[in-house]
């Protein structure tokens, strides 16, 4: 009996076996090559060992008052009233008293008790300043590295060079981001493959219910979803093939599987519930309250952005990087303190400050502080000196503090003038800020690249130097 081989091979000089031979070879090349494509999120390796493997960035939008708070400025309270430096109006003393906290003797507001507790933690860097005093383009710059046209961002960057440790989870999760300041240019991917864009739940709304926009399809069971996916990944593919391997329909494939795969793991990772009251409790859930006083404030949880609020968040964001999520960035707004400092500046503290420190306390009982990079700030300052009974921008002189994730305990780098008006030891930009934490991931500033209108990206542009003096 002739086979279907054996007749390829008789006929027309065997060409149709060497057609066949061919169209095989060439199936197992794209097969190949589809494969190593399937998964841009899978872990890579680092440059270096990395000393952190997730970071949590705890950002306050509208830029905390480092005099307020973690820059202890003796002379500026004893000379309130006087006339400021340069002709900036009167100085205003923080009506806030400070004191040591932990071995370490770290100065911290009395606005932040529950942080306190952790000083010996802290590593708090007093000498950071960047390019301009405005809102939209500090936020963004202390997001992306540049503000003047759409970069990606911090996040994007860390999961683009470190890819996830659970494939069927967003690796980079960002939670009430904010809908000014830039709104979603500040977790997007820009020229990055679409799917190390951040994912976004809730927008000034109550985290206790927080879920992923059309996470699930009411009209359709997963089972039809697989073959409706299947059918348009494979016209996806298709494009991508004829398009010579096009990034961005690469990233859209790869983001409509992971979209797929987050159903089933997701909302399990999203249950509060789960807790027992007592963890609950130790993120200030049960309690319900006013917080948040700030010129741009809004309420984020029935009752207003009270600890409960904010904890709910933070209490994710532990859950989120326990179950492998990369970066997650959880945004309290309302820290633009213009007017009422010592109300609105007490308030929005009051509404971080005991979940802050729980998360703090739960990540170390649970052996993950080691190895998450907690970090803490906004994108800029405040004045030392008064704007009626408030403070205006200080992008010369502020305050952001680390934890965890490899950075020295217990320890400041930095200091700004007795005034607390700019930076004058230890000055750390936003792009050093940048390269450091790039570093406690593993990963070289200088290298972590990808190419783009000609030229090799990178989140510091041509800037930016590691501050190994915090580094443990």
């Known amino acids: 009996m002739l086979t279907r081989r054996d007749l390829l091979r008789s006929t027309v000089s065997g060409f149709g076996a060497l057609a066949w031979s061919a169209l095989a070879h060439e199936q197992a090349a794209r097969a190949d090559s589809q494969a190593s494509r399937e998964s841009p999120l899978a872990p890579r390796a680092t440059h270096f060992a990395p000393r952190a493997r997730q ?34 109006g009167r100085l205003l003393g923080s009506p806030f008293s400070f004191a040591q906290h932990g071995e370490s003797g770290l100065w911290v507001s009395e606005l932040f008790t529950g942080v306190a507790r952790h000083a010996d933690r802290l590593c708090v860097l007093n000498g950071m300043h960047t390019d301009l005093p405005n809102h939209a383009q500090a936020f963004l710059q202390m997001h992306c590295g540049l503000f003047q046209f759409p970069r990606p961002s911090l996040g994007s960057w860390v999961l683009y060079g470190l890819g996830t440790e659970n494939g069927n989870l967003p ?35 109550p985290a206790a219910g927080a879920q992923i926009s059309n996470l699930r399809n009411a009209r359709r069971d997963r089972d039809s979803q697989r073959l409706q996916l299947d059918l348009i990944q494979g016209m996806n593919r298709s494009a991508a093939d004829f398009l010579g391997g096009d990034s961005s329909m690469e990233g859209l494939i790869s983001s409509y599987e992971l979209a797929y795969r987050m159903q089933g793991e997701l909302p399990p990772v999203l249950d509060l519930s789960q807790e027992s009251a007592a963890t609950q409790k130790l993120y200030g859930i049960d309690r319900e309250g006013a917080g948040g006083g700030g010129r741009n404030a809004g309420p984020i949880a029935p009752g207003g952005g009270g600890p409960a609020a904010f904890g709910r968040q933070c209490l994710l964001a532990r859950r989120l990087v326990e179950a492998g999520v990369r970066f997650v960035e959880v945004t309290s707004g309302g820290w633009d303190h213009h007017r009422n400092l010592q109300e609105s500046l007490g308030n929005s503290c009051r509404a971080v400050d005991q979940p802050i420190a729980g998360l703090l306390t739960d990540l170390a009982s649970r052996g993950l502080l080691d190895e998450t990079l907690v970090v803490w700030g906004g994108e800029f300052g405040r004045s030392p000196a008064a704007q009626g009974d408030g403070r205006d921008h200080n992008n010369k002189g502020f305050s952001l503090w680390m934890a965890g994730g490899g950075v020295k305990p217990g320890f400041v780098h930095g200091r700004t003038d007795d005034y607390g008006i700019e930076a004058v030891e230890g000055k750390v930009h936003i792009h050093d800020w940048h390269a450091t934490i790039l570093h406690l991931l593993g990963l070289d500033h200088q290298k972590l690249t990808y190419r783009h209108a000609g030229r090799d990206m990178r989140l510091t542009d041509v800037k930016g130097n590691v501050v190994h003096e915090i580094v443990a």
Request: proline share 10%; with cysteine.
């Open 55 to 88: 970071v949590i960035f705890l950002c306050m939008e509208g830029g905390p008052s480092h005099v307020d708070t973690f820059d202890h400025k003796p002379r500026l309270k004893a000379d309130s009233g006087e006339p400021a430096p340069r002709g900036r």
């Open 171 to 205: 690796g980079f999760v960002t939670i009430n981001p904010p809908q000014t300041n830039g709104g979603a240019a500040n977790y997007a991917a820009s020229f990055l493959p679409a799917v190390y864009q951040g994912t976004r739940m809730g927008a000034r709304n």
